[in-house]
């Protein structure tokens, strides 16, 4: 299934992969990958992908250090730079403090991997085995951060760890090195750090010279650490990182000592055993999900008013005790990530203009909750900050400076969210941040210099659009997915439509870009299948802007547009035509089967006939249900079918899931049948889920 054909007009596509961040989804579905060049193809792991893709962006660079050594290198643009590796190898590396007049900060490997080569492959076999001649690695005191920098030195005895490394994040904890950091209960401890404890059992006494517990330090590849059983943690410790213990299933007894000042996000979370819990009243900083999913937790912080807990400086970070109508004290300055999460007792809450700030997913899941009432003063409303709850109506203060991505998701309920005319919500320095309540005609204020991404996303009732040059910049997503837009009017004065803007807006038959337009990147208006005329000023490149149109079918003529029916000049990659998506080579042949679309970063399954397959689909070789979307590109993630009623998950490489699941996006276990339906309202082996899915805690 695995199988990506790169040819050589594809290396801007790779470089595009990485800096746009979306590769990370396609790297996490592969252990093993086939990249077919030009005659050759070569086994490919999913981590050397991703270090090859960075080391081709044009923001890598090359130079030598005072010991002559060639070493490959982000620039951080703050005077420091990250090493990727070098080739000149020998028993003893000796990593540099400076390179080029930048402070050496960062490691991600000693050794560098190889470039493309389109006539040989790419030799990544080669970069492990001369790694293998590395046995001692120096490293300068300069150094902050070291992130899975041996992986390839197999060797590897001796490395010094100086005392200004903060962060250390390997995948490797087998080398010979590491047992030099490591003591008699198997906890891996560097510079007072615990980086590491998967190897522990049972009763654990972290040593008083630890002075911060990592994240994930007894959490990796979403399983915890289930031989522990208690864990006792001194007074040095001052903080536990994210998801540091999470879903150790075995704890059943924690005691933290005075001292601890911050405990991140689901640092305890899905410890189902832990029901003993000792824990100072004074911390200053405790996430509202440090605990989620404890389920036999009864020993619990004392609670300061209708159920409520505020750490000194004002941060609420647990209110999932909370009943009826909540009025937050005056004294809160912050609502804290997950703190009223999945609270289904709370009816109403006012907020007053002491908030600054709403966490992410702090109202997640109150499905009862139908008023929120919410002060000038508010300047941040973190993301799935009211996910799938019960609101109907909510005002957002004109103080409002960052609001995030899927705030609303899944409020059903949900019929106004604004503080502008017609569903807007437009933020003080002239962001508008969303408009998935608008209808019908829209008409962006003259106030509006940006439209955020995913502003609109998936808005299906707004059936016209008009944007005033005042706005500049369009983000990515913004309009993605209004599948009734019949018209679209861009005055003179916008700048710039990013990628996907108004990606699959299928009802939108005629696009006229002002000539104030100075960049429109790909797939600005891609999959837009109803889209037939497009005009623009002479010398503005759309490249792949339109990609997936009928318009892409076209090519420009003296001025005009002519279609194409000539075999000889079939468009390479996905058409559209008599009602079907089709796949062509650039030998105009269709691949058959599995295919990854590397510009597009998409899978598709390709018929024999070159057409993609659509809807659910079983495939025998990998005993699972797969879904491809209307356009033909595989489904990941969560995913709402409507002709079901129901939501189901796919993972990574496509494979529906079943049975019990722990989200760590959401920090809650889900079920999902034998079909793929995710349970809901219901008990499931003695265990209830609620409405949005998730496991009740």
Not at 240 to 251: D, H, K, P, R
Not at 582 to 606: E, I, Q
Not at 613 to 636: A, E, V
Request: charged fraction near 25%; hydrophobic fraction near 35%; aromatic fraction near 12%.
């Amino acid at each position: 299934m695995y199988n990506i054909v790169v040819y050589k007009i594809c290396m801007g596509a790779l470089v595009m992969l990485k800096r746009k961040k979306s590769i990370a989804i396609f790297l996490a579905m592969v252990s093993a990958i086939s990249i077919s060049g030009i005659g050759t193809s070569i086994p490919v792991g999913a981590a050397e992908l991703n270090d090859y893709i960075e080391r081709n962006d044009c923001y890598v660079h090359e130079g030598k250090d005072s010991n002559g050594l060639t070493w490959e290198y982000f620039n951080n643009n703050n005077g420091t730079v990250t090493l990727l590796g070098t080739s000149d190898l020998s028993s003893t590396v000796e990593v540099p403090s400076e390179l080029e007049g930048h402070k050496v900060t960062g490691l991600k490997s000693v050794v560098r991997l190889y470039r493309l080569s389109f006539d040989h492959g790419v030799d990544f076999d080669k970069a492990a085995k001369d790694g293998n001649v590395v046995t001692k690695v120096i490293l300068p005191d300069s150094l902050e951060y070291i992130e899975d920098s041996f992986k390839s030195c197999k060797n590897l005895k001796k490395v010094n760890i100086p005392e200004s490394v903060k962060y250390v994040k390997l995948y490797d904890w087998s080398q010979e090195w590491i047992k030099k950091y490591t003591n008699s209960d198997g906890l891996i401890i560097i510079n007072n750090i615990l980086i590491d404890g998967m190897n522990a059992k049972g009763k654990i006494k972290i040593p008083s010279n630890v002075v911060e517990i990592a994240e994930s330090a007894f959490y990796r590849n979403y399983n915890g650490n289930s031989e522990i059983t208690e864990v006792s943690i001194p007074s040095s410790v001052k903080k536990i990182g994210e998801t540091a213990f999470c879903n150790c299933t075995s704890l059943k007894k924690v005691k933290i000592s005075e001292g601890i000042q911050e405990i991140d996000d689901d640092a305890f979370g899905g410890c189902i055993s832990l029901n003993d819990l000792e824990i100072p009243d004074n911390i200053d900083n405790i996430s509202g999900t440090a605990f989620s999913g404890c389920t036999s937790l009864n020993t619990k912080p004392s609670y300061k008013g209708n159920g409520m807990l505020v750490d000194k400086f004002g941060g609420l970070y647990s209110g999932e005790d909370a009943e009826g109508d909540i009025v937050i004290p005056d004294n809160v300055k912050e609502i804290k990530n997950g703190a009223f999460a999945d609270n289904t007792k709370i009816t109403s809450i006012t907020i007053p203009k002491s908030v600054k700030k709403i966490g992410r997913r702090a109202f997640s899941g109150c499905s009862n909750l139908k008023n929120v009432t919410l002060e000038e003063g508010l300047e941040f409303i973190g993301n799935e900050a009211f996910i799938y709850s019960g609101i109907k109506k909510i005002r957002i203060p004109r103080s409002i400076e960052d609001f995030g991505k899927d705030v609303f998701l899944g409020c059903s309920s949900l019929e106004d969210a604004s503080n502008r005319d017609n569903g807007l919500i437009v933020n003080k320095n002239g962001v508008l941040c969303s408009g998935i309540t608008a209808k019908g005609d829209v008409v962006i204020p003259n106030e509006v210099k940006e439209i955020q991404e995913y502003a609109f996303f998936g808005n299906n009732k707004i059936k016209s659009l008009s944007i005033s040059g005042n706005t500049k910049i369009i983000r990515g997503k913004a309009f993605q997915d209004c599948t009734s837009l019949l018209k679209l009017t861009l005055e003179e004065g916008i700048e710039s439509i990013e990628s996907t803007a108004f990606f699959n807006c299928d009802k939108l038959a005629e696009v006229i870009l002002p000539n104030s337009i100075k960049t429109i990147e790909d797939n600005a208006f891609g999959e837009c299948s109803s889209l037939e005329s497009v005009s623009y000023k002479d010398g503005l490149n759309v490249n792949k802007a339109f990609y997936g149109t009928p318009w892409d079918k076209t090519k420009i003529n003296g001025g005009k547009k002519v279609i194409t029916n000539d075999p000889a000049q079939t468009p390479v990659g996905r058409q559209y035509k008599n009602g079907k998506w089709y796949y062509y080579n650039m030998d105009r042949t269709s691949p058959k089967g599995w295919y990854f679309d590397v510009p597009y970063k998409s899978w598709y399954y390709v018929n024999n006939d070159g057409s993609l397959k659509t809807g659910w689909f079983y495939d025998n070789n990998y005993g699972s249900w797969f879904y491809l979307d209307g356009n033909g590109i595989m489904k990941t993630g969560w995913f709402y079918d409507n002709n079901y009623n129901s939501w189901f998950y796919l993972n990574e490489d496509g494979t529906m899931k079943t049975g019990w699941f722990y989200d760590n996006s959401y920090g809650h276990w889900y079920y999902l049948y034998s079909n793929g339906m995710m349970a809901r309202s219901t008990y499931i082996n003695g265990y209830y889920v609620d409405r949005s899915g998730a496991w009740v805690r």
